[in-house]
């Protein structure tokens, strides 16, 4: 069941929270032990503030009462554990709610736990040595992508109505593209990142994984908006998402972005895809092909600012207790620390040169559409993918040119399901201008009323 | 720019420096990393126009 369903039926009476939460809770207890997505489940927790929301009059009710959610394990919950799925903050106990988290208790959600990432949210596996890989639902032998994996984990096996994860490089859309669910990086700056712990300080942003573009739209116009805790935030008016989600994409000008289809990517999922976009235009989309030169380079640029950020917040463990960390996250953060001081600056120049580029190209399109991976996920512990034959790419690298263009300058970038192939999930990236959001909603939800990829489920989760 | 220069012993000591001990394991990925990314560096920095101002952390509205 779809979040906004789920909250209708609430609204309704037709469940009441402490019976939504408990379902959550029963199918967690089932399937969990299988998945690993979450790290820590707070059943006492949940159920009194389910049973606290049925206490709330009518009237007083929020747009998400009584809605169960997951909680990616780098953002605070007061009274949890924030472990970044890491040793070295196992036992760090949190009194506060992050921003996004309160507001989404303000808005009457249940929170049901904390959710498997990626070590210190810096990788695309969610593989991590201390609390071991989340699994793929559709094939327990294969990621969930990361680093949000345990929430496209816990989406594709309907752990929770929604969950929030966070993108620095692609750490919401991977999952979500891996879970066969949606997941948006909103525009950087749109969402506060008080209480969560830090990968970059230039790219970080907290962003909903759920079933459908509208439960996305739902998730983020609750979370978004200025917040005094957190200065790089824009006081922008937050749109009534949901409100804009109808009204078709007769006119609406798509980009494509043939890079992504002509190299680097598995020539099945580029043909999937395709398929997605054809839908597209017999939506009434105008299509044209695109070619953005910034797009070549960004992943390179993307790491010259990032690994030297996150480097400097984790400078103290690395003196410290360097053994602690998993031996590809301590040597991605060294990687940070050896570069030259001048690639950073070098990275932020380019960053101007990226983003003048897209601005004009927003201009001429009102969203650019891209496969949001090049390949299906992974099995566990496989470093190299498979591009066709005879063609194949570390993991780590193949994702960069699909991902780290969007981050890069800030746009809100969302997956959505595309297709399967041998049921494994495909996933569609839509691209918006910068705060953007609701163009990339309404596409994604006209998509998803005339396709129903978003609604498969994996054989384990029904 | 290449990472011709940065030897096991060189990114030990500038390690050092920086308080940090990283193991043999980390210094050869290090190195492997700082052998595709330092050209790439190089190809980009002479690719920016040369009157290019670098964005901070918060980009424009």
Redesign the interface.
């Known amino acids: 069941m779809t979040l906004t369903a789920l909250a209708a039926r609430l609204k309704a009476g037709e469940v009441s929270p402490r019976e939504a939460t408990q379902g959550y809770l029963d199918r967690i207890e089932r399937l969990n032990p299988t998945v690993n997505a979450y790290i820590h489940v707070d059943a006492e927790g949940a159920l009194a503030a389910a049973d606290a929301a049925e206490r709330v009059p009518a009237a007083e009710r929020g747009p998400l009462w009584g809605v169960p959610l997951g909680i990616k394990d780098v953002v605070d919950v007061g009274g949890m554990n924030t472990t970044a799925a890491s040793e070295i903050l196992r036992h760090n106990l949190v009194a506060e709610d992050s921003t996004v988290v309160a507001r989404l208790r303000a808005a009457g959600s249940i929170i049901l736990g904390k959710i498997n990432t990626h070590e210190f949210a810096l990788g695309a596996w969610t593989t991590s040595p201390h609390f071991g890989p989340a699994r793929n639902p559709f094939d327990t032998d294969r990621i969930c992508g990361g680093s949000s994996g345990g929430s496209g984990c816990a989406m594709a096996a309907d752990l929770a109505a929604g969950t929030l994860g966070t993108d620095t490089a692609g750490s919401i859309r991977i999952p979500a593209c891996f879970g066969g669910v949606t997941g948006i990086r909103p525009s ?2 749109r969402v506060s990142n008080a209480g969560s712990v830090p990968v970059s ?2 790219f970080d942003t907290i962003g909903p994984i759920a079933r459908s573009a509208r439960d996305c739209a739902l998730l983020l116009r609750t979370i978004a908006g200025a917040d005094p805790r957190d200065p ?1 935030t ?1 006081d ?1 008016p937050v749109p009534d998402y949901l409100a804009g989600l109808e009204g078709g994409i007769k006119g609406l000008r798509v980009g494509v972005v043939v890079q992504r289809f002509e190299q680097g990517i598995n020539p099945a999922v580029a043909a999937t895809v395709r398929e997605a976009i054809a839908e597209l235009k017999a939506l009434g989309a105008i299509v044209e092909e695109v070619r953005p030169v910034f797009t070549e ?1 960004a992943g ?2 993307h ?2 600012v990032m690994l030297p950020e996150a480097a400097q917040n984790h ?1 103290k463990w ?2 410290e207790c ?1 053994e602690l960390y998993g ?1 590809d996250v ?2 991605r953060l ?2 940070g ?3 030259p001081g001048t ?1 950073y ?2 990275g ?6 990226a ?1 003048d580029e897209a601005r004009e190209l927003f201009q001429r399109f009102d969203i650019l559409v891209q496969p949001q991976m090049p390949v299906v996920p992974p099995k566990i512990g496989q470093v190299e993918v498979d591009l066709g034959p005879g063609e194949q790419l570390p993991y780590r690298l193949s994702l960069l040119p699909f991902n780290s263009p969007w981050s890069l ?2 746009l809100p970038a969302m997956s959505v399901p595309a297709g399967y192939i041998d049921g494994l999930p495909v996933g569609m990236t839509i691209v918006g201008p ?2 953007g959001e609701q163009v990339v909603f309404r596409a994604g939800h006209v998509f998803q009323q005339a396709t129903d990829w978003h609604e498969r489920r994996p054989k384990l989760a029904v | 720019m290449s990472a011709d220069g940065y030897s096991h012993d060189f990114l030990r000591e500038l390690a050092g420096i920086q308080g940090i001990a990283p193991t043999a394991s980390d210094l050869e990925t290090v190195q492997m990393f700082l052998t595709t990314i330092l050209p790439a560096l190089a190809a980009i920095e002479a690719s920016l126009p040369p009157d290019v101002v670098p964005v901070g952390e918060r980009l424009p509205a």
Request: no cysteine.
């Open positions: 950087t700056g300080a230039t790089s824009f922008l380079t390179v640029v790491q010259l400078q690395l003196r360097p031996a301590r040597a060294l990687a620390v050896f570069l690639a600056v070098t932020q120049k380019a960053r101007r040169v983003f300058i800030g910068r705060f």
